[in-house]
């Protein structure tokens, strides 16, 4: 407890955990993380109604906490920092294959991640290229404007998830909405574990058809090696299917929206790509490290007294490790304000996608996705430009998990 004392006597930073960008800076990491990464990496944060946790802020201290299974990502472990996750202790919620430890996460995650391998993921590319194909050719039937965020960002990475799982791309409404409410942070735990027993319900629909009639489609494939043969229960079927749908749709959609933005505020470095100077495998990662779209965590909890660099967490502390910050850490890279993107000659290290044991089974599929669109769009509109291209006016939605524009109107 002494040692405890002294930390927060060392870090007096105590202050009300935001994700709020500064309104002048909307696409950058709030400043405060800032000046913890410089002063007082591992602080202490208040979540509000009394809780408080620890906050990991710099690249080396959030990677070892990410990889190191002696920090728990269940909800139900002493510590955890579920305040300002509503709905992450529901059962549903805490018993899926992101919120499990090893060894059941390692069993759940066997269920998917053979279908999302480098080699699976190309297996999918004509089908990808086919579907963003369409939807350019949509849009230059167009009127020469568009919203890409409704007619191309969100089309394209849902089109692909509903193909890929075998349900009705005519129910994207129908899972958009319970995204929308489900990553959402102010909700009410009334409200969120409504929206959990909606989203089970819905998954278990397609279970049911997918069992009815089974096809050659990644649902069907879990059903019946997985489901049927006895190595998931029918509601961690039911929790997996969300996770492919949320994780399937709506990260790569605010990622494909963000990326355009930032290469249309930044014509320099765009003519790098056009000219193949720069790579566009490199630019996607870079924009994958600056965007860092995950803002929210992730949350862990210390099963025993651990030691991360000077800091010990004792067991039953919480701590959010923040991949966000950790992208924008001056002590990596040279650049860490979206202002200042550029795109480098070298593939960055980066966290956007996690770290450990819970990376992000589907980030094969998201970097597969944004290479195939962002080269064509540029190059079926080398004109498009955007019709307000100020920063301050940007329309984005804040106070969910995942970060994303609500607009991006271009003139094509």
């Known amino acids: 407890m002494e040692e405890r004392t002294a930390a927060r006597d060392d870090c007096p930073h105590l202050r009300a955990l935001s994700l709020d960008p500064a309104p002048e800076r909307p696409l950058d990491d709030p400043p405060y993380f800032g000046d913890l990464r410089s002063g007082c990496p591992i602080s202490e944060v208040d979540l509000g109604g009394g809780k408080t946790s620890w906050l990991a802020t710099r690249f080396d201290d959030v990677k070892a906490i990410l990889s190191d299974t002696r920090f728990s990502a269940n909800p139900h472990t002493p510590g955890f920092p579920v305040r300002g996750l509503p709905g992450s202790d529901h059962p549903l919620v805490a018993d899926s294959m992101i919120r499990q430890d090893p060894p059941l996460h390692t069993t759940l995650r066997r269920c998917v991640v053979k279908y999302f391998t480098p080699r ?71 409200e969120m574990y409504r929206t959990v027993e909606e989203f089970r319900a819905l998954g ?23 489901y049927e043969a006895g190595g998931i229960t029918r509601d961690q079927l039911a929790a997996l299917i969300t996770i492919l749908i949320i994780g399937g749709h709506d990260t790569t959609a605010g990622m494909i929206g963000l ?26 990662e870079e924009l994958l490290r600056v965007h860092s779209v995950a803002r929210m965590g ?24 923040s991949i966000w910050s950790a992208n924008h850490d001056e002590s990596k ?78 003139t094509l």
């Not at 329309?395 to 970060?403: E, I, P, W």
């Open 298 to 321: 992730p949350r862990r909890a210390a099963t025993e007294d651990i030691t991360i660099g000077s800091h010990t967490f004792r067991k039953g502390e919480g701590v959010v490790a």
């Open 120 to 190: 699976a993921v190309e297996s999918y590319r004509p089908q990808v290229e086919d579907i963003v194909d369409s939807h350019l050719d949509a849009l230059a039937a167009g009127s020469g404007t568009a919203d890409l965020v409704s007619q191309f960002a969100l089309a394209i990475p849902t089109t692909v998830i509903t193909r890929m799982l075998g349900i009705p791309i005519e129910d994207a409404p129908r899972f958009f909405d319970l995204t929308e409410r489900q990553t959402t942070l102010s909700l009410s735990q009334e």
């Open 333 to 410: 890279y040279a650049r860490t304000t979206w202002e200042d993107f550029e795109i480098p000659v070298e593939r960055p290290q980066h966290l956007a996608f996690s770290f450990g044991p819970h990376q992000c089974v589907g980030q094969n599929l998201a970097r597969m996705e944004l290479r195939v669109v962002l080269p064509r769009i540029f190059a079926r509109f080398p004109g498009m430009r955007l019709v307000d291209p100020e920063v301050t006016h940007l329309s984005y939605r804040d106070d969910r998990a995942f970060f994303s524009l609500k607009e991006l109107n271009v």
């Open 259 to 284: 990326s355009i933005y930032t290469l249309l505020r930044r014509p320099d470095q765009l003519a790098l790509l056009r000219s193949g100077e720069r790579s566009w495998d490199v630019a996607i």
């Open 204 to 226: 278990l629909e397609y279970a049911a058809l997918k069992e009815a009639n089974p096809a050659d489609d990644l649902l069907s494939h879990i059903i019946r090696e997985q």
